[in-house]
């Protein structure tokens, strides 16, 4: 079970521009095997993982990992990769530029340019699935990912949330799907306000939302993410 921290459950309002400018290309470069070291010349903090299986002539799924408060690029990337390999998913993460991601404390900015930035270094060595392209985020990473989706609908069609604390204001484009799970016995992030503001404020405002609550604390089961790697990769 993924266990982490940390910010209060309240509204954040949005300054600064959440919309990214990578975009998936025809990739020009080798990608690494296995779990690589985005190169520290490219400006960021960053991991990728291409899964032994990928092949560079079939578009594989993608997910953008969002970590906790107080954690790095690691903290989703260990657990998640356990059940990538077997699904052809490929990976990429960065550690936010502060103690937590830039919009949940202020406004979007740095770490938009970090995500940016290794978007490019990854589509330029995959062969993406576009229609499989998103983002997986726990705890602040989890606030953020819904976040950071809906501003970037056109880019980003499936996230992954885990146990978030509550909506930035974005100006929103497009219509990604979103697959949340929070524990209702959560001491960190409200389950409450999971169930009760952020579920169904996503589906007053379109969006399609498969949440599934769990008996347990902050984090996420071994189960419940299987179950939602697969759904992130389902054809």
Known sequence: ?????????????????????????????????????????????????????????????????????????????????????????????????QGTWDAIYGGFGPDVTAIDLALNYLFARCNVDTKRLGVMGFSDGATYAIALTRANGDLFKRVNVYSPGFLISVDSVGKPEYFITHGTQDQVLSFDNTKNVIVPGLRSAGYSVDFRQFDGGHGVTAQLLETSVDWFVRP
Not at 23 to 29: G, I, K, L, N
Not at 67 to 93: F, I, K, Q, W
């Open 1 to 97: 079970m993924l266990t982490g921290c940390l910010s209060d459950s309240v509204s954040a309002p949005r300054v600064g521009d959440a919309r990214l400018k990578a975009r998936p290309s025809t990739p020009t470069e080798t990608p690494p095997v296995g779990l690589a070291n985005i190169p520290i010349t490219i400006g960021v903090d960053g991991l990728v993982y291409f899964p032994a299986s990928y092949k560079p002539t079939v578009p594989a799924p993608v997910a953008f990992l969002l970590h906790g408060a107080g954690h790095d690029a690691s903290e989703l990337m260990a657990p998640v990769s356990t059940y990538a390999e077997s699904r052809g998913l490929v990976l990429v993460a960065v550690t936010s530029s």
